[in-house]
């Protein structure tokens, strides 16, 4: 009793005063362990095939070439590299690399800028070559199998997309991976996956199916004809993916509004 008309003895000013303070420090470091928290890329690839060579008794020889050169298995594949993470970066190493095909050409883009990506110093240094020399084989195999990049700005949500003509050194499809180095950054490869309004089809379908969860909770609290509820859950299953995908992008923006 004695404590409980001590509370009530604070003046209302200061329990608001002490409520908001101790919600302020709450939400500050809920803030700083969302902010400090590990960032994460992910990146896919994709190959296309450009042309086969090929010896056939009945269709004849087919022979593909690249400025002038057999490839027998050439192959255009497609990187997208994302920063999925709540953080900034700078001056992030990007390296792609291959055992199994030779990198001839290339092609770098970061996304929604007309900005492309530089090679490292160091990558620019092993490639060097003094006027008037051919490169060395140790040179022309690390061109043939990797590259080396320098992301200046790596903002969150950003994405970049690296294209590289390649011949497979055999008939399966080609391997080219993606290592990134920079403190604090895990880096994930995902398989490539349909969107639906820009989200992953599996994300979008997960959320709309706890949409339409909750929705029927709902209803069966104030519909009693069960042809309704069969004919609701019906036709929300049919768009369930579009609310979903929808939440999600909501979500994302929150998240984003929260991390600054």
């Known amino acids: 009793m004695f404590e409980l008309d001590f509370l009530r003895a604070i003046p209302h000013g200061y329990v608001s005063a002490i409520a908001g303070g101790v919600g302020g420090i709450f939400t500050a470091w809920i803030t700083q362990r969302v902010l400090n928290r590990r960032g994460t890329f992910s990146y896919f690839v994709n190959h296309e095939r450009v042309g086969v060579s090929t010896e056939d008794a009945i269709f004849g020889s087919v022979v593909v070439t690249w400025n002038g050169n057999p490839a027998s298995n050439l192959y255009l594949s497609t990187i997208e590299l994302k920063n999925e993470s709540m953080n900034d970066y700078e001056k992030v190493i990007v390296r792609a690399y291959t055992n199994d095909a030779l990198i001839l050409s290339e092609q770098t883009h970061v996304i929604e800028t007309p900005n492309v990506l530089e090679w490292s110093e160091a990558f620019k240094k092993q490639l060097h070559v003094e006027m008037g020399k051919s490169p060395t084989s140790a040179q022309m ?74 929705g029927m909770v709902g209803l069966v609290m104030f519909v009693s004809e069960p042809w309704v509820l069969v004919a609701c859950a019906f036709s929300f299953g049919l768009i369930a993916q579009v609310p979903g995908a929808y939440t999600v992008k909501i979500l994302r923006k929150l998240r984003e509004a929260l991390g600054g």
């Not at 590259?147 to 969150?156: A, K």
């Not at 994930?188 to 706890?210: F, N």
């Open 141 to 214: 195999n690390i061109y043939n199998s990797q590259r080396e990049y320098v992301v200046p700005i790596m903002n969150r949500g950003q994405v970049i997309k690296l294209t590289y003509l390649n011949s497979a050194k055999s008939s399966n499809t080609p391997s080219i991976w993606l290592s990134v180095t920079q403190k604090g950054v895990r880096l994930k490869y995902r398989t490539p996956q349909k969107l639906i309004l820009g989200v992953p089809q599996p994300h979008a379908a997960i959320v709309g199916v706890l949409i339409g969860l909750m």
